[in-house]
């Protein structure tokens, strides 16, 4: 079955830092998609990647998913403290339509 | 835009009882589905309703947990009897039909407490 991993599971960083996570797949993937979960909320949708290699933008987020389709990353520039929460990758193999979630990279942002 | 509801937000529960939780989509949104969150791991689908039907429940504890969706609205899920174990936030979402891969949305959630 699919594997996905998700590192790192957490990150400490100072306000003003960059932060990236990293999702991986032992399969190929159909799509990836992104969601953000804040302390005590739930999962909202960031973004969804279809095509290998693409890469998509967001203000200060970057997504990119990989040529092979086999891992994803979310890298954000410069944190603020609003950016605090748990980022998941939600990867779907292809032929499925079943959305699993990784374990998910818990960003802390100090000022 | 109304968003996914559920209902009720916390539950503390002695194990052996049993327990209910209700999710009502955002209108239109075919595909309905449970997560299961334990405290510091990510959601853990249960079970994809798409309209009434049972899309997949491979990940759903059968002996003690059961699913409906009444008219491919509204969705009960029910634990009998409850373990120690089922503490967790119980997630609904929902989502267009799965012809296109769309995002999901989720409720509040319901926290669960087994004592």
């Known amino acids: 079955g699919q594997q996905v991993m998700q590192i790192p599971q957490y990150q400490h960083v100072q306000e003003g830092e960059d932060f990236t996570t990293y999702c991986n797949s032992s399969t190929t993937l159909s799509n990836i998609q992104w969601y953000k979960q804040r302390p005590g909320g739930h999962p909202v949708f960031l973004i969804q990647?279809?095509?290998?290699?693409e890469v998509k933008k967001q203000k200060r987020l970057t997504f990119q998913f990989g040529e092979a389709k086999k891992n994803s990353s979310l890298h954000i520039t410069a944190t603020q403290t609003t950016d605090v929460g748990t980022y998941f990758c939600?990867?779907?193999?292809?032929?499925?339509?079943?959305?699993?979630f990784g374990r998910g990279t818990s960003l802390i942002v100090h000022p | 835009e109304a968003g996914v509801a559920q209902s009720p937000r916390y539950k503390i529960i002695e194990k052996r009882q049993s327990v209910a939780f209700w999710c009502n989509p955002i209108?239109?949104?075919?595909?309905l589905y449970w997560y299961q969150q334990i405290l510091g791991q990510g959601p853990k689908l249960l079970i994809q309703f798409q309209n009434n039907g049972v899309v997949d429940d491979s990940q759903l504890p059968k002996d003690r947990f059961s699913a409906e969706r009444l008219k491919g609205v509204d969705s009960t899920l029910k634990i009998q009897p409850a373990k120690l174990e089922d503490s967790a936030v119980y997630l609904c979402a929902s989502s267009l039909p799965r012809t296109g891969d769309t995002e999901a949305f989720f409720g509040q959630g319901t926290r669960l407490t087994v004592v």
């Open positions: 990647l279809v095509k290998s290699g």
């Open positions: 209108s239109g949104h075919a595909t």
């Open positions: 939600a990867p779907r193999a292809g032929g499925s339509y079943i959305p699993t």
